[in-house]
């Protein structure tokens, strides 16, 4: 059944049966779709209808062709998406929803270095650095070429075409009004092993009509662990960081060598252009964590990066990074901070353990077990117009913990 088929017989189905009774279906509908995102799940089993209605196309259609102001929310891969289901953060709501776990052959494991973005309500996941049983030796990862969709309104998966390329660690964005994917760069490097793997030069555009992957004009030179983001709406592609050269320590250890330069794709030329060093020798030995806040009113995007309880902000002018502001709390030493551009705002974010306040019973205070602890998620959000910070804390539901260093995190209004 094609979509527009099935988007036809909802509408049918609807029309047979009130959405609240007492009310046309038109004003019905209208306010089911003011409901969260995240609180969808619970809402469905009201009724045949509304289950009908929150799980098509015509409450997102709805959503995007009114006033009402998208949510926007946080998605949360712990690790590898086939063994652990994905979550969905709302955090206005403070909500959490759990997302199915993505498809994955029996031969592949360990997944990670993936990448995911956001196009209208569907996520995608690109390519990764994974192992596969039937090599050897096992303990060397592998890239991966593989794209996966998950559309929300049906929490359906579906297996894409596969980049010419296969990558992990590599540059990614979104182009929402061309409906594509640029991906850049890239390699074979797995989290767990120092600077092994390959390096690559390749970029590709994925058409999502098409559901086809086309070649663009390489990078300069090998260029993997770096990021990418658009600037000027659709006009330009950055690609900045990330390593390509290897050398040895005492000729055993590979340690990587970090690039301090980046390169700018012109979308409607194809031609790249280079940019000179963003640091001094000695300032900082590799790129931060970075993330871009869309600007307002023909505004250039704020380009901003976490290095260690710092923030930066990125003059495109001056080709420097320049302190925006510190961290109020600092984080743990022995944590990972995860670092996010969410609703024009900045997301810190970094898990920590608290002990219950649950009083011990006599049995476990006999048996003097050490009290159970849960994961705390502490949030700091900065407003980069307001320069003000706020706090947020929520419990996450994952079973495993949370390790930024190695999770992946995307947005999408919803």
């Known amino acids: 059944m094609s979509s527009s088929e099935a988007q036809t017989l909802t509408l049918e189905t609807l029309t047979l049966e009130s959405l609240i009774p007492g009310l046309p279906n038109d004003l019905s509908s209208f306010i089911l779709s003011l409901i969260p995102f995240s609180h969808h799940d619970r809402l469905k089993p009201t009724s045949k209808s509304w289950h009908s209605f929150l799980s098509s196309q015509t409450l997102f259609s709805l959503r995007l062709s009114s006033s009402i102001s998208l949510s926007h929310i946080l998605c949360i891969f712990p690790q590898d998406p086939s063994l652990s289901p994905p979550y969905l953060f709302d955090p206005l709501n403070s909500a959490w929803k759990p997302l199915p776990p993505m498809p994955c052959s029996p031969h592949y494991y360990g997944l990670s270095n993936f990448l995911s973005v956001s196009l209208g309500p569907t996520l995608y996941v690109l390519g990764g650095s994974l192992f596969d049983t039937r090599t050897f030796p096992i303990n060397h990862p592998s890239p991966s070429s593989s794209l996966f969709s998950l559309h ?38 797995h989290a767990l092993f120092g600077a092994a793997g390959s390096r690559m030069s390749s970029v590709e555009r994925y058409d999502v009509d098409k559901d086809c992957w086309f070649e663009e004009e390489g990078l300069p030179r090998f260029r993997a662990g770096c ?15 990330g390593y390509g050269d290897c050398r040895t320590v005492s000729g055993v250890f590979p340690v990587d060598e970090y690039y301090r330069d ?23 030995w590799k790129l931060g964590s970075v993330v871009v806040v869309d600007g307002e009113h023909g505004e250039g995007p704020g380009i901003f990066m976490l290095d260690g309880d710092e923030i930066f902000r990125f003059d495109i002018t001056s080709n420097r990074w320049w302190k925006e502001t510190s961290l109020p709390k600092k984080s743990p030493p022995d944590s990972s901070c995860g670092f996010v551009a969410l609703g024009g705002e900045l997301y810190v974010m970094f898990a920590s353990p608290r002990a219950t306040n649950s009083t011990p019973t006599p049995k476990l205070m006999e048996s003097q077990r050490p009290r159970q602890k849960r994961v705390i998620l502490f949030i700091q959000i900065y407003h980069p117009k307001k320069r003000k910070w706020r706090f947020l804390m929520t419990k996450p539901p994952f079973k ?15």
């Not at 980046?262 to 900082?284: C, H, N, Q, T, Y």
């Open 152 to 189: 929300l309104p049906t929490s359906s998966w579906a297996r894409l075409s596969p980049m010419r390329s296969p990558r992990g660690s590599f540059a990614c964005a979104a182009l929402p009004s061309s409906r594509a994917i640029l991906v850049a760069g890239g390699g074979s490097r």
């Open 400 to 414: 495993q913990p949370l390790d930024f260093k190695s999770a992946v995190m995307c947005t999408i209004r919803l």
């Open 262 to 284: 980046g390169v700018v794709l012109g979308l409607k030329s194809g031609e790249w252009r280079e940019i000179r060093d963003m640091w001094e020798e000695g300032e900082r």
């Open 227 to 241: 990021v990418g983001f658009l600037v000027g709406g659709e006009e330009e592609f950055w690609v900045m960081g």
